[in-house]
């Protein structure tokens, strides 16, 4: 998970954990997220889809927005993290947009976006403002071999996604 707020609209599209140099191979520390509302203009939808299959994921929350209470005067705001499971529990197959850049004299970067929209009630409850989007297996091949000639039926797979809902704790 990644500090700060994902969903502030004037931020670029793709977030990367700022504690990772820029070079160092992306499955060694780097993560993104892509909001889907963005998705026009991030230039791998509709090109570099992926997935991920996951039972779990993990947000750095407010201290305060999870307690749902106004920080007290003086009061420094702290971060605790969310571990958040889909209820019956179950692998998700979540919307991902991947990347291969190559540099002059540099190592490949490899990374990858897992694409969010806003999140369903139980997770805005908790403090939290986007969540990943897990599509519908029966959706897996076109979301893998998508067709940059017809993007609406990307826009329609992360339309017709599985809803599930979520339970949350702190994170050990």
Known sequence: PLPGDY??????????DPSCPRGQVASEN??????????????????SHGLLLVNAFYENVSRAR???REL?????????????R????QNMLI??????????????LLSFAVVTDD??????????DHCIIPIKP?????????????????????????RPYYEYQMAA
């Open 138 to 162: 029966e959706n897996i091949d076109a979301w893998l071999n998508p067709d940059p000639g017809n993007l609406a039926a990307q826009y329609a797979i992360l339309d017709d996604r599985n």
């Open 72 to 84: 007290g005067e003086g009061e420094k705001d702290e971060n605790v993290v969310l571990e958040f």
């Open 86 to 89: 889909p209820n019956p529990n």
């Open 7 to 16: 969903a502030n609209p004037d931020l670029p599209v793709m977030y990367s």
């Open 30 to 47: 780097h993560s993104f997220i892509a909001r889907a509302s963005f998705k026009d203009r991030i230039p791998l939808f509709g090109v």
């Open 66 to 68: 999870f307690e749902r």
């Open 119 to 128: 999140p369903p009630e139980e997770i805005a409850i908790a403090g939290h």
């Open 95 to 108: 919307a991902c947009l991947w990347s291969h850049g190559q540099g002059k004299g540099e190592p490949d």
